[in-house]
């Protein structure tokens, strides 16, 4: 028998075995099914409208991939409803929030508007941020979630929190101011 014909023979015979190996010893692999996002009321209380932010910050929000000590990707967020005056007086501001409330809104759905130095995209001079609007992005915050998580970093920060459901009670629009 030629040299050609055993090393042929030799390779079907270890194709074979590692094919017998990987459909009959390995476990076959059963992915879980995707999480079903939670269908939750709108929030009737500030409390329930904190919950909410926190639930979206930490979940579908993602905010807290970039927003840690750990990341260090972005500015951390403890204080952000006590700074938001000094940002919105520093003369690389770009928008148009008077309070602080619609500054954190704002750095949601325009994260451009202010960006802290050190953190924008690199060759921007701190003009543009990595950050993704989060309506339109991939993430897709609905107004009631964008307002949640405004709720939650007030809440955070220690100030009062302005933003209030509205109504009497019952579920209903979030107000913003």
Do not use: W
């Not at 076959?28 to 919950?51: D, G, N």
């Not at 409803?81 to 919105?88: F, K, P």
């Not at 993704?132 to 897709?140: D, E, K, L, R």
């Amino acid at each position: 028998m030629s040299n050609f014909l055993k090393v042929a023979l030799f390779s079907l015979f270890i194709i074979g075995i590692y094919t017998l190996y990987s459909v009959k010893i390995i476990p076959p692999i059963t992915p879980e099914a995707p999480p079903k996002e939670e269908a939750s009321a709108e929030p009737v209380t500030v409390e329930e409208l904190i919950a909410l932010g926190e639930q979206v910050y930490n979940g579908k929000g993602a905010c807290a991939l970039c927003h840690s000590p750990v990341a260090g990707r972005a500015p951390l967020l403890e204080n952000a409803a006590v700074i938001a005056e000094d940002r919105m007086k520093d003369k690389n501001y770009k928008g148009k929030a008077a309070s602080a409330e619609e500054y954190l809104y704002e750095s949601l759905a325009e994260p451009s508007a202010f960006v802290v130095p050190g953190f924008g995209l690199a060759g921007t001079n701190d003009t543009v941020s990595p950050m993704p609007a989060v309506q339109a992005s991939a993430i897709g915050l609905s107004e009631i979630e964008i307002k949640a998580v405004v709720a939650y970093l007030q809440h955070l920060s220690g100030v009062e929190v302005t933003v209030k459901p509205e109504g009497d009670g019952t579920p209903g629009e979030v107000k913003s101011k």
